[in-house]
T-cell receptor, first 113, second 114 residues
């Protein structure tokens, strides 16, 4: 079972920041938080991952709370091409089923003009 | 080359047919994965290969038969499928099993079983 809870859908105006929340209240100390997105009819695309510290790359920023029970993915200037289902996933970094990527239901982000 | 290539992109087959899906990567990754995705649902893990050996089978019916002939190639052999097996089949790879960092996904093979 997925260990994360996300809102089923969100809207965002084009050019504005999109803030996608994720709850992972049962996360353990050695589990990472990963974000992927899936644009309609395409394969999932990696966005970012983190353990404790906030992370930023060319696509997005990941803010993880100090207690690690929740996180927020931030797309700083959303475009229409960012319309997709966004998956927040927690996973271990070693073998066995817990180390694999298990998708939850995700958040359908719609960026509107 | 950071691509995972899946063929065919679309496949229609009858319940008595035998067909195969193919996945290829040339990133030197030693872990490869098959996922199944039904419409409007998240991807579900089916199989994991590590160094060309089957590491995980998530209780997948035997009508799905995976094969990893070498480190760059992953096949999924299909036989006697049911209409409910119609789905998008996604292949992915990573440096090693459960590696920290990115899983690279292909665009998927969309299967329709008549």
């Amino acid at each position: 079972d997925a260990k994360t809870t996300q809102p089923p859908s969100m809207d965002c105006a084009e050019g504005r920041a999109a803030n996608l929340p994720c709850n992972h209240s049962t996360i353990s100390g050695n589990e990472y938080v990963y974000w992927y997105r899936q644009i309609h009819s395409q394969g999932p695309q990696y966005i970012i991952h983190g353990l404790k510290n906030n992370e930023t790359n060319e696509m997005a920023s990941l803010i993880i709370t100090e207690d690690r029970k929740s996180s927020t993915l931030i797309l700083p200037h959303a475009t229409l091409r960012d319309t997709a289902v966004y998956y927040c996933i927690v996973r271990l970094n070693y073998g066995g089923s817990q180390g694999n990527l298990i998708f939850g239901k995700g958040t359908k982000l719609s960026v509107k003009p | 080359d950071t691509e995972v290539t899946q063929t065919p992109k679309h496949l229609v087959m009858g319940m008595t047919n035998k067909k195969s899906l193919k996945c290829e990567q040339h990133m030197g990754h030693r872990a490869m994965y098959w996922y199944k995705q039904k419409a409007k649902k998240p991807p579900e893990l089916m199989f994991v290969y590590s160094y060309e050996k089957l590491s995980i089978n998530e209780s997948v019916p035997s009508r799905f038969s995976p094969e990893c002939p070498n480190s760059s190639l992953l096949n999924l052999h299909l036989h006697a499928l049911q209409p409910e097996d119609s789905a998008l089949y996604l292949c992915a790879s990573s440096e090693i099993i459960a590696a920290i960092g990115e899983l690279f996904f292909g665009e998927g093979s969309r299967l329709t079983v008549l």
